[in-house]
């Protein structure tokens, strides 16, 4: 019984670059839209005066069943899909002024990402944003869709300089993978079907291209990581651990570390609402019973024992600063890891990370981070908490910063490093 293996993708463009017509139009032309929704957009279209033909496609992506992100105070919505060959979900990214947030958040969990071009402008001091953005939030796969070829006459000329353009930039993000594809999203051209206008384009259609390529499921060989959301005691005779598997697997039997705390365990059932598992791996929720009476609490990490997640109250991160009010050092804020909360500072940003070439400069004395900048900082948190470098572990390193009075996210970050400041 194999399941279709799932692609998690993000959209990253300026607004108007076409990427809600590209979805839509890409859903229509596989039929993958369902009924009620095409319906909807035919009688909306005719409704606002379009003429015939002229749907407008963007519709069609609010239309899809949508999840939104819990505890965060960001809206991204995953939407999902399938064709026969795989599943996708797609994070939509809305919004101007915080562009940037949602991108960010949606670029976190994603495999890949797809960066909207407008062939008439050419790579932009935008599209070099988004993609170090992109690589920086550990997305290793990148689609560069170089979109409206109709109003450039579909020269293969001006597309194949993007394409040189864009590889040339991107050396330094070390991308994994990188597909370049001209586009035409209000007429389909390359989405589903192959263009008849571009001939001399001989890759895929960008759909055939998502279905299959190929990325590694780096989270199911990683260590195993259990952030624990809850503590799950109906009676006397039950004492439950609930979270969502991060990385790795489980057996009963399993020794497990429970961090910060280093206590040794073995792992007794799995529980799920449809029974025992007699295994489990990254990407499932499930229920753990442990042999012996431990203490755990929320927020506590369960970690393979042989790869442990490491415990300390210093980190060295990055963080990308989302609010107006630029970052003030020594401030006291809640900081969210996995399931823990735990009041931290911020007490240095020691650089700047140019966002068009992502490189590290110095900040000068005095100097902080504003508003959609990127810094390494270090940070000083009031309990020790357990957790990776975000490089290893995207669910177990990345946190947020909240402001204690708005409760407004006012950060994400990667953790580099962890130490104990009594080391
Ligand atoms: P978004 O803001 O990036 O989601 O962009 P939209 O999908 O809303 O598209 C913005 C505008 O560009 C709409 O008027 C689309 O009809 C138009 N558009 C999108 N793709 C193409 C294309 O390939 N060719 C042309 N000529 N127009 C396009």
Known sequence: VGEKPLLRFITCGSVDDGKSTLIGRMLYDADLAPD?????????????GTQGEALDFALLVDGLAAEREQGITIDVAYRYFATDKRKFIVADTPGHEQ??????????????????????????????????????????????????????????????????????????????????????????????????????????????????????????????????????????????????ISGGNIQPGDIIRIQPAGRDTRVERIVTFDGDLDSAVSGQSVTVTLAEEIDVSRGDLLCSPVSPA?????????????????????????????????????????????????????LAAGESLAFNEIGEARLSLETVV??????????????????????????????????????
């Not at 399931?339 to 650089?351: F, G, I, L, Q, S």
Request: with cysteine; aromatic share 8%.
């Open 36 to 48: 009620d929704v095409i319906a909807a957009l035919e009688s909306d279209s005719k409704k606002h």
């Open 99 to 244: 562009y940037t947030r949602n991108m960010a958040v949606g670029a976190s969990t994603a495999d890949l990402a797809i960066l909207l071009v407008d062939a008439r402008k050419g790579i932009l001091p935008q599209t070099r944003r988004h993609s170090v953005i992109t690589s920086m939030f550990g997305v290793r796969h990148v689609v560069v869709a170089v979109n409206k070829m109709d109003l450039v006459g579909y020269s293969e000329e001006v597309f194949r300089k993007i394409e040189r353009d864009f590889r040339v930039f991107a050396e330094h993000l070390r991308f994994a993978s990188i597909y370049v594809a001209p586009l035409v999203a209000t007429n389909g051209d390359n989405l589903v079907h192959r263009s008849a206008e571009m001939p001399w384009h001989d890759g895929p259609p960008l759909l055939s291209y998502l279905e299959g390529v190929a990325v590694e499921d780096a989270m199911r060989i990683a260590p195993f990581r259990m952030p624990v959301q809850w503590v799950n005691r109906p009676n006397l005779d039950f004492r439950g651990f609930s979270g969502f």
């Open 310 to 362: 490491k415990a300390g109250d210093r980190l060295e991160a990055r963080l990308l600063w989302l609010v107006r009010e630029p970052l003030a050092i020594g401030k006291s804020h809640l900081l969210k890891i996995g399931a823990k909360t735990t009041p931290a500072r911020v007490t240095a940003v020691d650089a700047r990370i140019e966002i068009e070439t992502g490189l590290a400069t110095p």
């Open 386 to 423: 357990a957790c990776d470098p975000y490089v290893e572990n995207r669910e177990t390193g990345g946190f947020i910063l909240i402001d204690r009075v708005t409760n407004e996210t006012i950060a994400v970050g990667m953790v580099k490093s962890v130490a104990a400041s009594n080391e």
